[in-house]
């Protein structure tokens, strides 16, 4: 009973380690088919990307946000969207990790979070004619660790 006791509780220490958070990139104003850039360092796993494209009649802007070694998010965004994200896994020779089997006999690939491990950019660019100005947020979720 002892030992389940401490097992409970090593169990319970570990999902409090686990600390969800989220990044706001500043703001990024648009106008007509100018970019903005902004850079934040993050340590964790990426969940998702929440995209507001703010209020201007014609909202249409291009969101790229990436790492050093991965495109996360490459969209022409017109309208407010969440965006989960996993990734095709890779093993060491570089070849996808798949798996045989579920609704069909061929290869599926796995999917993963993908890691974040210092400066994440996020780059949001106008497509709206000249003159209209845009304000778009750019929230990254992820696992802290």
């Known amino acids: ?6 097992l409970g509780v090593l169990a319970f220490a570990g999902f409090a380690l686990a600390d969800m958070d989220d990044k706001v990139f500043p703001v990024a104003t648009t106008v007509a088919a100018s970019a903005t850039t902004n850079t934040i360092n993050m340590r964790g796993e990426l969940f998702g990307i ?3 494209v703010g ?3 014609t909202r249409t802007q291009t969101v790229v946000v990436a790492t ?3 495109t996360l998010l490459n969209k ?5 969207t969440w965006f989960p994200l996993e990734y095709p896994l890779y093993g060491s020779t570089g070849s996808a990790l798949t798996f045989v089997g579920g609704t ?10 993908a890691p974040l491990a210092g400066p994440v950019t996020c ?3 106008g497509g709206n004619g000249a003159g209209v100005t845009n304000t778009t ?3 990254v979720i992820y696992d802290r660790k």
């Open 50 to 52: 929440y995209v507001d």
């Open 68 to 70: 050093a070694q991965q």
């Open 55 to 57: 209020t201007a009649t």
């Open 104 to 113: 069909n006999d061929t290869a599926n690939p796995w999917y993963g979070k």
């Open 1 to 6: 009973m002892r030992k389940l006791l401490i």
């Open 76 to 80: 022409a965004v017109v309208a407010d």
């Open 137 to 139: 947020t750019v929230t």
């Open 123 to 125: 780059t949001v660019t």
